[in-house]
């Protein structure tokens, strides 16, 4: 599976941003898809991830109630709806996509990563 993630860009807090994550390749639908982001001197962090078929979300603490995760099989899309963005949510996001089922959280875990897109949120 190759992906590539797009969408990314500067924006003021309390603004919206909605990434997008293009899947090629194998069948998109077999696979966990994840977002993930890593700011300037941190580690990469979990930051959203959905089941195969859409019926299961999980998301990290900070971003519950503001980021909202969905795919389109049929496309071959997936994307992160982010809403309130807050200075803290600056940082390089990365879609990734994994087979196994559970650990969604874990980045190892995932074996196709899209190149990264930069989100920047002023104050």
């Known amino acids: 599976v190759q992906l590539q993630a797009s969408g990314g860009g500067l924006v003021q807090a309390g603004g919206s941003l909605r990434l997008s994550c293009a899947a090629s390749?194998?069948?998109?639908?077999?696979?966990?898809m994840g977002w993930f982001r890593q700011a300037p001197g941190k580690e990469r962090e979990f930051v959203a991830a959905?089941?195969?078929?859409?019926?299961?979300?999980y998301y990290l603490d900070t971003v519950k109630g503001r980021f909202t995760i969905s795919r389109d099989n049929a496309k071959n899309t997936g994307s992160l709806q982010m809403n309130s963005l807050k200075p803290e949510d600056t940082a390089v996001y990365y879609c990734?996509?994994?087979?196994?089922?559970?650990?969604?959280?874990?980045?190892?875990?995932?074996?196709?990563w899209g190149q990264g897109t930069q989100v920047t949120v002023s104050s």
């Open positions: 990734a996509a994994k087979a196994q089922i559970g650990y969604y959280s874990a980045s190892p875990l995932y074996e196709y």
């Open positions: 959905i089941s195969w078929s859409s019926g299961t979300t």
């Open positions: 390749g194998r069948s998109f639908s077999s696979y966990y």
